[in-house]
Structure formats: structure tokens, C-alpha cells
């Protein structure tokens, strides 16, 4: 019984003495941020970025549903100005018949007196109600921005964590430490794995490629007159070439009579008054109007609002302003005199104002 029982402690040992380097091993790769599992090795890091890659589909519905939220509140703003110019444009004729009435016929005055009141009422309660509106589609333009920002930043995170994997793979390959822990892990686990990208990172790495195409890019050239205003070159309703001055501080692509009398814009009584607040603190009066398009590179806006500049600023240069910039996500470099700008594909129907 004594050599029995010593040849059954010697056969439980020897998996007891492979278990514990096995443990070892594993403990050192993950150490070296490499997780070890019987179906192979695989860097830590590639789970975080099928965390990230996972998020995508999400926030791709996010730019969608917020492009179409912007678009039905642009849509409500153009229905609800076109109401209010109809407003405007009665209570200048009611005003025109008060002015030319024969004023002993006091029933005629008094009608339209009362018509006038009327009319008068119902424009104090638009001009609120527009107030409503642009606050509405000012919140439905923060979170489009919003929505498309956090789609093309989780591409260019993803790009930054997928080369890391790709580089770390490399170095790790090549390190007598992570080579060392391997061999022992493969002798203790009876395997023959090799640290090299898996078949699920090379699974990420091409719906990584998906998310990334429908990520488009332009750089476009911008000349500069040796100061600080920078130009660039748009096409107008497919046809006109016009240089601008980028200037995104403005709030609309804003055209002085001549240049806007050349993309077929004539301004009526119909077409809304704005005002105009210059850099310098001027002010200058324009109307609401809108171009078929308005293209620069490669990308384009379809039914944009324009202000055309009154008599007064015949001498003023066009400015390409927010109206044409805030659908894309853009950065210019004055140094390298470059404007780059970065929209999400598939959102066509949802930009611009149809």
C-alpha cells in the first residue's frame, strides 16, 4: 500500500505543478496587458475597441434623427415667415386704403381701422412666436452639431486605438518578456499560439474602414490679400464661380446687390427685412432670401439662405458664413491657409432645407 499510495501522489502533482505554470504564464501576459484563454492569445485593448466600434450604429441614428428634427424645424420657420410676409404685406395694404379713403366715409375708416388693429395683434403674436422658432431651431442646430461631432470623433478615437493595437501587436511580438511568457504559456497549455492581430481584429478593423467611409473629407485652398481676411471659392447654383470671404462669424452667406443680381436674386417687398450687425458695430439692412445651391469642394448645400445687402452696400464683398458652414464640421487654418471640412454620408436627405 506505502508504493501504491506514493505512485498516486506523484500522478496528482505533476497537473498540479503544469497549473501552476499555467498560472504563472498567464499572470505575466496579462501583465503585459495580453489576455490568454484555451482558444488563443489577444491584446486587452482590442476589447475596447470593439467596445467603441459597438457604440457606433447608436450614434449614427443620433445624426440621422437630429438632421431630421433640424430639417422639419427649418421647415416649420419657413412656412411660419412666409405666413408672417403675407401679414406684413396686408397690413401695408390696409394701410395704403386708410391713407386714400375719402375721411367722411366713416364706416369704411373704422373697418379698416379695426382690420388694422386686427392685423397689428396678430403680428405682436408672431413676432413672439418667431422668437419661439429661432430659439427652436437655434437647439435643433446645437444638437445636429452635436450628433455629427460625436460621430466623427468616435471614428478618428477608433483610428487612434486600432494603430495603437496594430503597433503594440508589433512591439509585443518582438519583446523577450511577452515572447518568454508566451513559450511558457504554450508548453504549460500544450498549445502553439502566436501573438499576432486576430480574426476579430481584423473583423473591427474593416467595419472600422465602414465607419470611416462614410466620414467625407475635403481640404479646400483659401487665398489671403497679405491681412487676415481669407478667400474661398464657391460655385453658385451649379453655374456661377464666385470667390468669398470666409468669415464664420457671420450668420449667413450675406451678397451685395451686383454679385447677387448675378445668381438671379432680386429682392422684393415679399422677401423678409433683416438686419445686419457689421464687425465694427454697424448696422446694414438686407433681405431674407435663398439660393439654389451653394457648393465648395465637393460639398453641397442645397436651398440656402442668403441675405442680399441693400443699395447702400454696393461696395461690400460676399461673405460665406454660418448658413453654408454649420452643416458640415469644419476648422480653418489661416497659417496654411486651408479649410477642411468633414461630413457624415447618408444624411443627404436631412441637410439643408428642401
Known amino acids: 500500500m506505502r508504493y501504491v499510495f506514493l505512485l498516486i501522489v506523484g500522478f496528482v502533482a505533476a497537473p498540479l505543478v503544469l497549473a501552476d505554470e499555467l498560472s504563472d504564464a498567464r499572470s505575466a501576459l496579462e501583465?503585459?496587458?495580453?489576455?490568454?484563454?484555451?482558444?488563443?492569445?489577444?491584446?486587452?485593448?482590442?476589447?475596447?475597441?470593439?467596445?467603441?466600434?459597438?457604440?457606433?450604429?447608436?450614434l449614427k441614428r443620433n445624426v440621422l434623427q437630429s438632421e431630421k428634427e433640424l430639417k422639419a424645424t427649418e421647415n416649420n420657420m419657413d412656412a411660419f415667415e412666409r405666413g408672417l410676409v403675407q401679414l406684413r404685406l396686408q397690413h401695408v395694404q390696409f394701410s395704403a386704403q386708410l391713407a386714400n379713403i375719402n375721411p367722411n366715409d366713416i364706416t369704411l375708416n373704422?373697418?379698416?381701422?379695426?382690420?388694422?388693429?386686427?392685423?397689428?395683434?396678430?403680428?405682436?403674436?408672431?413676432?413672439?412666436?418667431?422668437?419661439?422658432?429661432?430659439?427652436?431651431?437655434?437647439?435643433s442646430r446645437v444638437k445636429s452639431t452635436e450628433a455629427?461631432?460625436?460621430?466623427?470623433?468616435?471614428?478618428?478615437?477608433?483610428?487612434?486605438?486600432?494603430?495603437?493595437?496594430?503597433?503594440?501587436?508589433a512591439k509585443?511580438?518582438?519583446?523577450?518578456?511577452?515572447?518568454?511568457?508566451?513559450?511558457r504559456y504554450n508548453k504549460a497549455a500544450g498549445k502553439q499560439f502566436m501573438l499576432a492581430a486576430t480574426p476579430g481584429f481584423q473583423a473591427n478593423m474593416r467595419r472600422l474602414k465602414q465607419i470611416e467611409d462614410t466620414v467625407l473629407s475635403d481640404s479646400?485652398?483659401?487665398?489671403?490679400?497679405?491681412?487676415?481676411?481669407?478667400?474661398?471659392?464657391?460655385?453658385?447654383?451649379?453655374?456661377?464661380?464666385?470667390?468669398?470671404?470666409?468669415?464664420?462669424g457671420a450668420s449667413l452667406i450675406s451678397l451685395p446687390p451686383s454679385v447677387a443680381a448675378k445668381f438671379g436674386l432680386k429682392p422684393s417687398d415679399k422677401d423678409?427685412?433683416?438686419?445686419?450687425?457689421?464687425?465694427?458695430?454697424?448696422?446694414?439692412?438686407?433681405?431674407?432670401?435663398?439660393?439654389?445651391?451653394?457648393?465648395?469642394?465637393?460639398?453641397?448645400v442645397d436651398n440656402i439662405e442668403c441675405a442680399v445687402?441693400?443699395?447702400?452696400?454696393?461696395?461690400?464683398?460676399?461673405?460665406?458664413g454660418m448658413s453654408f458652414l454649420e452643416h458640415f464640421k469644419f476648422e480653418i487654418d489661416s497659417a496654411a491657409k486651408k479649410l477642411t471640412m468633414v461630413k457624415i454620408s447618408g444624411t443627404e436627405g436631412a441637410v439643408g432645407k428642401k
Open 31 to 58: 501583465g503585459l496587458g495580453i489576455r490568454a484563454s484555451s482558444t488563443g492569445v489577444v491584446l486587452v485593448k482590442e476589447a475596447e475597441l470593439t467596445k467603441e466600434l459597438n457604440k457606433a450604429p447608436g
Open 172 to 183: 509585443k511580438a518582438a519583446d523577450a518578456d511577452a515572447k518568454g511568457a508566451l513559450a
Open 110 to 139: 373704422n373697418k379698416l381701422v379695426s382690420a388694422i388693429k386686427v392685423l397689428e395683434g396678430q403680428l405682436d403674436l408672431a413676432r413672439e412666436h418667431k422668437r419661439l422658432l429661432d430659439a427652436e431651431t437655434k437647439n
Open 220 to 248: 479646400i485652398d483659401l487665398r489671403d490679400d497679405g491681412g487676415k481676411t481669407l478667400r474661398v471659392n464657391v460655385v453658385v447654383n451649379g453655374r456661377y464661380p464666385q470667390e468669398m470671404v470666409l468669415d464664420s
Open 272 to 300: 423678409p427685412k433683416i438686419v445686419l450687425l457689421l464687425a465694427d458695430g454697424r448696422e446694414i439692412n438686407g433681405r431674407l432670401m435663398k439660393l439654389p445651391s451653394v457648393r465648395v469642394g465637393k460639398f453641397q
Open 309 to 320: 445687402l441693400g443699395d447702400e452696400a454696393y461696395a461690400a464683398e460676399p461673405l460665406l
Open 148 to 169: 455629427r461631432e460625436a460621430y466623427i470623433g468616435l471614428a478618428l478615437s477608433a483610428r487612434q486605438l486600432a494603430g495603437e493595437i496594430e503597433e503594440d501587436y
